[in-house]
Structure formats: C-alpha cells, structure tokens
C-alpha cells in the first residue's frame, strides 16, 4: 500500500538546521510531483515546498525562500527537506506530500508528519 515516512523533525535553536527526509513507497515515485506542508499549533495547512517529477523545477512559499532547499531521489524513491535560518515561525508538523491526478481530479497521499519545534 501507498506509505510516505517523514523523519528528522526535533528540537532546534533558532538560526539552525534541520533536514527532513520522506521515504515513499507502494506508488510509482516519479511520476508524483512531492510537495512539503507544514501545519503550525493551532492554524491551518500551509504549502511549503514543491518538486516536480523529474527534479528538475522547485517552487517555495515565500516564507521559506532562500532557507529551505527540496530534492528528491528518484533511486531511493525519497523527497528531502533541507532547512536553514530556522525560525521560531517555523515550528510546526511538517508533512510530505504526494499530489497525483485523475484526469484533471487530485488527490493526495499524505505521510504521519514530522514535528519540528523552533525554540531557545
């Protein structure tokens, strides 16, 4: 069955670095466009990052801009994000994200969430 694991969420002091990574499996990996979305303590979802299928193009929010970096590994079927400059704005779950279409009809697969927390 469809299976994304997030890992490498904790605790970081603002200004550091964390990289989490989505291992994804039961899918056909690249031909998913993989997406990050975080969800902050008591707001709603918020896209963070895109990847395409080929690796090739990259989009941010511009919240993340200049300090998170996604790639994908299309041998090891996983999506990674590196994230630097963390700010306390920054903790949230975080979520890997699978987005494939039925015709023009999305849908999503969604991992467990990784929760990073941004704090002195």
């Known amino acids: 069955q469809v299976q994304l694991v997030e890992s490498g969420g904790g605790l970081v002091q603002p200004g550091g670095s964390l990289r989490l990574s989505c291992a994804a499996s039961?899918?056909?990996?690249?031909?998913?466009?993989m997406h990050w979305v975080r969800q902050a303590p008591g707001k709603g979802l918020e896209w963070v990052s895109a990847?395409?299928?080929?690796?090739?193009?990259?989009y941010y929010a511009d919240s993340v801009k200049g300090r998170f970096t996604i790639s994908r590994d299309s041998v090891n079927n996983a999506v990674y994000l590196q994230m630097n400059s963390l700010e306390p704005e920054d903790t949230a779950v975080y979520y890997c994200?699978?987005?494939?279409?039925?015709?023009?009809?999305?849908?999503?697969?969604w991992g467990q969430g990784t929760q990073v927390t941004v704090a002195s």
């Open positions: 994200n699978a987005r494939g279409y039925s015709g023009t009809i999305p849908y999503d697969y």
């Open positions: 039961g899918f056909t990996f690249s031909t998913y466009w």
């Open positions: 990847i395409n299928n080929g690796g090739g193009s990259t």
